[in-house]
């Protein structure tokens, strides 16, 4: 019989803390109010914070379609002892992180085709013209870039929550949940 895993496996444990830098770092570098400032004609091209902005929003997209690929393949992921209720809420914030981790990035991507303003990335990469965003019915839905910003404050406050519960696992429960997205140690002979 399988010993149950006390951890998670290594590449789950590398796109877990390489997205949550990307988005951590995305939010407090995104610019204050730059969606009006382009609605009123400004290059987000011409500012460093915007460009590094949509580069790690669009990373952090990246880096959660892979593991949600890997999330199928991989191996089966640590269980701990816990109340049901426990259990539930922990499931509910995962699958509500999992799906803020896609919402907000797209929503950025509606906002932008939707206003025909460009997406502008580092190494000077730019796309002008996003034609299948621009003339899809999505775009007349919502007022995106408030929906993306209120999905975005969503998500920073949600992984608050969800890092204060794995500190509150590891110093009030002692349990190994927050050493189980940390690497293992190895065991001395
Ligand atoms: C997951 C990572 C992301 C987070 C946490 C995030 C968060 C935010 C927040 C909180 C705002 C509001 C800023 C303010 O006005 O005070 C914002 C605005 C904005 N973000 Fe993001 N963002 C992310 C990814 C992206 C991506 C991938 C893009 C581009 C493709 C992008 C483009 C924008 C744009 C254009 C605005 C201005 C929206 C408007 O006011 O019309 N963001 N973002
Ligand atoms: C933007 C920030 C974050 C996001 C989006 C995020 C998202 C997630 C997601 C989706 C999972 C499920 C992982 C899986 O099944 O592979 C997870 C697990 C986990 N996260 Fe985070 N996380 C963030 C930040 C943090 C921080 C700051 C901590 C610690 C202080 C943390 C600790 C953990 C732990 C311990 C687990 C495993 C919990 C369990 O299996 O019950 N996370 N996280």
Not at 65 to 71: I, K, Q, S, T
Not at 121 to 126: A, I, K
């Amino acid at each position: 019989m399988n010993t149950p895993r006390s951890h998670y496996d290594i590449a789950s444990q590398v796109f877990h803390w390489l997205t949550a830098m990307a988005v951590l770092t995305a939010f407090i570098l995104g610019p204050e109010h730059f969606g009006r400032a382009m609605r009123q004609g400004m290059d987000p091209a011409t500012h460093w914070d915007i460009v590094l902005h949509e580069s790690l929003g669009l990373l952090a997209m990246a880096l959660s379609v892979l593991r949600l690929v890997w999330w199928v393949l991989r191996p089966a992921k640590p269980r701990f002892d816990m109340p049901d209720w426990m259990q539930k809420a922990s499931q509910a914030t995962h699958g509500l992180l999992w799906v803020l981790l896609l919402a907000v990035p797209l929503s950025a991507l509606l906002a932008l085709g939707g206003k025909g303003h460009p997406l502008t990335l580092l190494g000077g990469l730019r796309i002008d013209d996003m034609p299948w965003i621009t003339h899809s019915a999505l775009v007349e839905l919502t007022d995106w870039g408030d929906m993306h910003s209120l999905l975005g404050d969503a998500i920073l406050w949600l992984s608050g929550l969800h890092a204060v519960a794995a500190i509150f696992h590891h110093f009030v429960l002692k349990d190994g949940v927050l050493r189980s997205m940390l690497p293992a140690r190895k065991k001395a002979n």
